[in-house]
């Protein structure tokens, strides 16, 4: 998945001067993106000394966060056009965009302190950027998911769409925005939006002195392990 | 204010409709994750579906451990 975001990114520079707008959505009919494959992350662990698995993590993080500074930043509109379940890795993805289309079913959420971890790939941050602290610390804190009524009173999302229709009203705001001069709206963009650079380095390194403790390991054993119906509630 | 009796049969007719079987099929104390053969993340579909219908919020927190309708409804009821 990773790799095909790099070459993604790298296609994207070449299309900026005949493109005005990104929509990025998912053909997942679960949703937008349950984030990071865990059982993944849980086994390129095993065997690993403390130190190896904080270093495989920082490089991942850092190839993570190049791909999403690329988005973030590139002078394209941005829109992610989100449904069902968007969560962790796939909320943070959505974050870097300029906009978040929801439709009505989609849920939100960070559960990555369930497993003694915060998100990695600049979610913080990002919802920081986006909206009030009291929603940052409850959905950080409790881990709990919202849905996208609620998102769009928190300031997180720009529109909510119908049942299946977030894709549609992404390509008609996408449409709306493509009408004006790219110059401006990328300098309007850059304005609006900057990278929080700075907190998303100490994002990646919290996360890193985090990931080095076994009971992150065993949290994502227990995870993986779980043959049960709901892993995913807190 | 509906009685729990009504929220309960509210939440089985959403149930039914949602995850498309018959409502009769569906009782009060049945385990919804059974009975529905869904795993927590569909589950979320359904606290979703419940929110909209209600006009509430159901933190997933609040129903951690409910596995049955009447239970769930007892929640939602609280929220009411």
């Known amino acids: 998945m990773l790799e095909d975001l790099e070459q993604f990114i790298a296609a994207l520079e070449p299309a900026v001067g005949s493109a005005s707008a ?6 997942r009919e679960a949703g937008f993106s349950a984030g990071a494959d865990l059982r993944e992350l849980y086994e390129a662990s095993l065997g690993l000394t403390s130190a190896q698995r904080v270093s495989g993590a920082r490089a991942f993080l850092e190839r993570v966060h190049r791909v999403l500074n690329t988005i973030d930043a590139t002078p394209l509109t941005t829109i992610a056009a989100v449904h069902g379940v968007t969560f962790g890795g796939g909320f943070e993805l959505a974050l870097a965009c300029d906009l978040i289309i929801a439709d009505k079913m989609t849920r939100f959420c960070f559960p990555e302190l369930r497993l003694g971890l915060i998100p990695g790939f600049g979610g913080i941050p990002r919802l920081r950027r986006d909206v009030g602290n009291a929603v940052v610390r409850d959905l950080l804190l409790t881990g709990r998911s919202i849905n996208a009524a609620k998102a769009l009173s928190a300031g997180l999302v720009s529109q909510v769409a119908g049942e ?9 705001t996408a449409s709306q925005a493509g009408k004006f001069d790219r110059t401006t709206s990328a300098a309007a963009k850059g304005f609006l939006k900057p990278i929080p650079h700075e907190e998303l380095r100490r994002e990646i390194d919290l996360f ?4 080095e403790r076994p009971t992150v390991v065993e949290s994502l054993r227990k995870f993986v392990e779980d043959e049960g119906a709901h892993p995913y509630l807190p | 204010m509906k009685t729990l009796e009504q929220t309960t049969d509210e939440i089985l007719g959403l149930a039914a409709q949602h995850f498309k079987i018959p409502r009769e099929q569906l009782a ?15 589950a979320l579909e359904l606290i979703t579906r419940l929110e909209h219908h209600f006009g509430i919020e159901l933190p997933d927190y609040e129903v951690q451990g409910v596995t049955d309708f009447r239970t769930l409804a007892s929640r939602i009821q609280a929220r009411l």
Do not use: T, W
């Open chain 1, 208 to 211: 890193c002195e985090l990931f």
């Open chain 2, 28 to 42: 009060p104390s049945d385990d919804f994750y059974k009975k529905l053969k869904i795993d927590s993340l569909r």
């Open chain 1, 164 to 172: 299946g229709e977030a894709l549609r009203v992404a390509r008609a």
């Open chain 1, 22 to 27: 990104l929509i990025i959505y998912s053909r």
